[in-house]
């Protein structure tokens, strides 16, 4: 049976001692709650994260991955490197590090092989620029980004895999997908997993919505049968308006 998740993605956001005040926060105020519960805090400042949160039920995660083992790569982070410090599951695919750092679907598949060969679970990120949205291509973007990146792969790896869909349009912009638009295409992608992998495959999925998610919309959006949870930006730099969100679960 699939889970429920919040995540929440702090992006480049927190120095050590802000984000300590707020993982502190969080664990103060944290209701009951069967999701899982993730934060990304930015390479700096997962070794102590990772501490502040141990024994609580929130899994400090990374925002991004490179796909080799090791080398040349000045400035980025390794598979190695993480699961040495206790992190076991990385954002991957992002719609800002696709736009603004060239990641392609096939550099990303790379990455995923890469996660799962140590370990490491994979929050995937998929979804459409307005441009798309507008030109009806949103099934056809967010198809091909499922397809290039991830249908290479065993169905037994699907296990290790959580998607998350971000309407790039939605994202800091305070625009958001109606609960509907979000189920429509949510409903889309568990399709598109269940035509290459079958019905139990695509219905073990985690698939979290990622547009601009609130206190305010959060309960609607998480209510429809195929939205398992979100993927948390701005909201998730405030304790009080997460710790909302996860109740909405």
């Known amino acids: 049976?699939?889970?429920?998740?919040?995540?929440?993605?702090?992006?480049?956001?927190?120095?050590?001692?802000?984000?300590?005040?707020?993982?502190?926060?969080?664990?103060?105020?944290?209701?009951?709650?069967?999701?899982?519960?993730?934060?990304?805090?930015?390479?700096?400042?997962?070794?102590?994260?990772?501490?502040?949160?141990?024994?609580?039920?929130?899994?400090?995660?990374?925002q991004n991955m490179h796909f080799a083992e090791s080398g040349a790569y000045t400035g980025e982070i390794s598979a190695d490197m993480l699961t040495s410090i206790g992190v076991k599951t990385t954002i991957l695919g992002h719609s800002e590090r696709r736009a603004y750092f060239n990641e392609t679907d096939e550099s990303l598949s790379k990455k995923v092989d890469t996660a799962l060969k140590h370990g490491i679970r994979v929050v995937f990120c998929i979804g459409e620029e307005l441009a798309d949205r507008k030109a009806n291509k949103h099934f056809e973007v967010v198809g091909n980004q499922i397809k290039n990146g991830l249908f290479h792969l065993p169905a037994e790896a699907w296990q290790h895999l959580v998607l998350a869909y971000e309407p790039?349009?939605?994202?800091?912009?305070?625009?958001?997908?109606?609960?509907?638009?979000?189920?429509?295409?949510?409903?889309?992608?568990?399709?598109?997993?269940?035509?290459k992998y079958g019905k139990d495959v695509a219905d073990n999925v985690s698939i979290l919505y990622g547009g601009s998610v609130k206190p305010d919309n959060a309960k609607e959006i998480f209510a429809k049968e195929d939205v398992d949870g979100g993927l948390i930006g701005g909201a998730a730099l405030k304790a009080d308006d997460f710790v909302s969100i996860i109740k909405s679960i």
């Open 168 to 195: 790039v349009w939605a994202i800091g912009t305070g625009e958001t997908a109606t609960p509907e638009q979000a189920q429509e295409i949510h409903h889309f992608i568990r399709k598109t997993i269940s035509d």
């Open 1 to 62: 049976m699939r889970k429920k998740i919040v995540a929440g993605n702090w992006k480049m956001n927190n120095d050590i001692k802000k984000s300590l005040s707020l993982i502190s926060d969080l664990l103060g105020k944290l209701p009951q709650t069967e999701a899982e519960l993730m934060i990304a805090p930015t390479f700096v400042n997962l070794i102590p994260s990772v501490e502040a949160v141990k024994n609580s039920k929130i899994e400090v995660i990374a």
